[in-house]
């Protein structure tokens, strides 16, 4: 795909104002040691994923619950594993 | 081109079990012409991480023997596969296009290998790939190039299995999808690829990009070599809680090619908007001959890719980065930048986006059933595109990138986050011979009705008869 290309609507915010100190704490809540350059590089494309994920906190879920699904294992008599 | 001068390593997967049951050609001479042809190609074209040549000879003597002596396993008996560089296999390194597992030899099958073996194919080699099949090369391996045009993109994750596939350097392989990874590079390269229904096939040792959202399947030169390698891998798999209990039709002899009676459906958000005019033109054609064989089409109410990617997106960089977090935090050099970088979005996705995105993904699924009610398939491009040039493609692009990724799996993510059934094969060609793919979606489970659509529009049509130029240049 062409850098020119642009299928999905992008939900271009206005500068989220997540500053790159901030970026470090997050990340470090994870484990990750980020250094100041590293986070403020990463700043750029924490703005087009924070517009994506703007796009769905839009959209509404109405009453859905969450797709994930636990599966357990039903040892009845016509599913033997 | 169509090219006279087939090999037996350019035939289908189908036509040379036929020989090999009938005793006509060997699996040793097979598999020595599959073998010819990645020594001539495989140094321009850089599809395998590893080669298994003389692991393969071993398996092609031993099928040749039980062939000989009666115990002929099935279409697959024989047969040389590749697959992808992220599916365990004992013995044999398995880097998924990582220096993080670069030296990692596994002492356990993914289960789609076991499946393999068991079915009697000969394993030629493990496939190159996007680095943990997520988007990006690692300059370790580079990337596998496109065999029709070698300038340009071969699209990702499972770029090494459909370069493969595309060029006789093997029947089939398995490849993963979880945006678009089996069936973009499917549609790339010129070739039939199918992403199965979530749970059809088991995941079980597999590296993951995102345990909810990969998909394993096949990817072919025709529709009944692609149901035929199907039928091998298909099924439930204790060791995958996800794999499902629904039985395995025999997708090869369920082909009937009769697409009279057939409902389409088609949606304006996958066929008009943001797409190239020349995959439009083909895109046309194709409902014209579906057209011509019967099938009727209507307009159906699709949630947009605009409703379904950003959620998709959502859940593989939070699972991914959750998978990944252990060399994160101790190795992050070791990861290209544009992965690593995703990774650290990863991270920094919040838990209630994540959680917004699944109950966004069973709202999707919802809808997408209701609007599929009164039709058999969906029908639209594989790609918005025809294809990239190599050096401005999100794989080899040194940025993370977020919006040029969704923008690439706009048609593709959204049957990944809902798990129906997708395939893309050749619909024909724009200048300079670059080849455009054709996607069909189905009902979960309902895969034989995707194969035997597909099936007869390809015999409708003569594109899966092109070799590609690398091909067409061997002397």
Not at chain 2, 10 to 38: F, M
Not at chain 2, 171 to 192: E, H, K, M, N, W
Not at chain 2, 425 to 451: D, I, N
């Amino acid at each position: 795909m062409a850098r020119s290309t642009n299928a999905v609507p992008a939900n271009h915010p206005p500068d989220s104002g997540i500053s790159a100190e901030a970026i470090r704490s997050i990340a470090a809540i994870a484990g990750i040691s980020l250094s100041n350059e590293r986070a403020e590089a990463l700043r750029p494309q924490l703005e087009a994923h924070v517009g994506l994920l703007r796009a769905i906190s839009a959209l509404d879920p109405k009453m859905t619950e969450p797709a994930g699904e636990l599966h357990l294992p039903w040892k009845g008599p016509e599913n033997h594993d | 081109m169509t090219d006279s001068r087939v090999e037996l390593c350019d035939l289908p997967l189908v036509e040379v079990a036929s020989l090999l049951e009938k005793g006509a050609v060997s699996p040793v001479d097979v598999t020595e012409s599959v073998l010819q042809r990645i020594e001539a190609l495989e140094p321009n074209l850089n599809a395998f991480i590893t080669l298994l040549p003389e692991e393969a000879r071993r398996q092609a003597s031993i099928a040749e023997r039980e062939i000989r002596d009666g115990q002929y396993r099935g279409p697959l008996h024989g047969i040389p596969i590749s697959v992808k560089d992220l599916f365990s296999m004992i013995g044999a390194r398995t880097t998924a296009g990582s220096r993080i597992l670069a030296d990692w030899i596994p002492s356990e099958n993914a289960t789609v290998v076991d499946r393999l073996v068991e079915a009697g194919a000969i394993l030629v080699g493990k496939t190159n790939m996007l680095e943990f099949a997520y988007a990006s090369v690692h300059p370790d391996y580079g990337p596998a190039l496109n065999p029709w045009d070698t300038t340009r993109s071969s699209s990702g994750s499972s770029s090494g299995s459909a370069v493969a596939v595309a060029v006789g350097m093997g029947y089939g392989s398995i490849g993963s999808d979880t945006g678009g990874s089996i069936r973009l590079p499917g549609a790339y390269c010129g070739i039939v690829a199918m992403k199965p229904t979530y749970g059809r096939v088991s995941r079980h040792g597999a590296i993951p990009v995102s345990w909810s959202c990969d998909h394993m399947g096949p990817m072919t030169r025709t529709v009944a070599d692609c149901a035929a390698l199907l039928g091998a891998i298909a099924g439930r798999d204790q060791r995958d809680s996800t794999s499902s209990h629904a039985p395995v039709p025999d997708y090869l002899s369920e082909l009937d090619g009769d697409v009279s009676n057939l409902r389409i459906g088609i949606a304006d958000t996958y066929l008009r908007e943001n797409v190239d005019r020349e995959v439009q033109l083909l895109i046309d054609k194709a409902i014209e001959q579906f057209t011509v064989m019967g099938a009727t089409f209507e307009t159906v109410p699709l949630p947009p890719p605009s409703e379904a990617v950003p959620a998709l997106l959502a859940i593989i960089t939070s699972e991914a980065a959750e998978y990944h977090l252990p060399a994160l935090q101790t190795r992050p050099e070791d990861f290209s930048e544009p992965v690593r970088e995703r990774l650290e979005l990863g991270v920094l996705t919040p838990a209630t986006s994540y959680i917004r995105a699944q109950r966004l993904r069973r709202q999707f699924i919802d809808r997408i059933t209701a609007a599929m009610a009164g039709v058999d398939l969906l029908l639209m491009p594989t790609s918005p595109v025809v294809n990239t040039p190599l050096e401005d493609d999100l794989a080899t692009s040194e940025e993370a990138d977020p919006e040029l990724l969704a923008a690439m799996i706009n048609f593709t993510g959204p049957f990944d986050l809902c798990g129906f059934p997708a395939l893309t094969l050749p619909c024909g060609f724009v200048e300079p011979g670059w080849p455009v793919g054709l996607q069909l979606v189905a009902r979960p489970f309902e895969e034989h009705a995707l194969l035997s659509a597909a099936w007869a529009y390809e015999r409708a049509m003569d594109w899966h008869r092109r070799l590609p130029k690398a091909v067409t240049e061997l002397v």
